[in-house]
């Protein structure tokens, strides 16, 4: 029979060893010592102590949930309402959050920070910015992805996205991503207009 106790990684096959280091280790300040050498994780509630801080988190999950709101997509919880709500748009189709520069589209606006800092490395905005020229015309491009759409329709005649859902195809991403959310999951917002030339959508009929 294997012997263990419930705070440590010690492991023998013998009872009389078990004993002898619990013994042990329960005196001051060796106690205090082994905790430290086996990173044992403390609840702040009860001061229970666990070897991982996964056994920690399911402890909490079973004896502190008061007051809590769990997620009935994947039964995660949170101490608060708004911790919560931000959570739910992980399981969102909708990205109602749009990047300055490139126009990728994200489910939360945190998001976009992040994506700013990683991949523009937080350039605003202006003109200055459209680093990115064509060669066939004098026009300019915030980002390399727009332009690639660019050329592929304008001088290509190509539409480079295409819909799983049904036949039709775009000219951009972000095109694609409105026809989605607007034909095939009913979700209107500002930008309803479909131009039937190239299948952009416009906040307007004038464009």
Known sequence: MKWNISFCRFRSLESEDTVDNLVDINKEPQFALHRLQNKLFTCGQC???????ELLERHTLCKHTEGRFYCKLCNRSFAGKNNMSRHMTIHSTEKPFACPICEKRFRRKYDV????????????????????????????????????????????????YFCEKCSASFCSRHSLGTHIKVIHDGIRDQESYQCEVCGKYFKSRRG
């Not at 202006?126 to 491009?141: G, Q, V």
């Open 47 to 53: 001061n229970k102590s666990f070897k991982t801080p």
């Open 113 to 160: 920070t992040m994506h700013d800092r990683i991949v523009h490395q937080g350039k605003k905005k202006t003109t200055d910015n459209k680093n990115f020229k064509c060669n066939l015309c004098s026009k300019a491009f915030r980002c390399r992805t727009t332009l690639n759409d660019h050329t592929a329709y304008v001088h290509k005649g190509q539409k480079s």
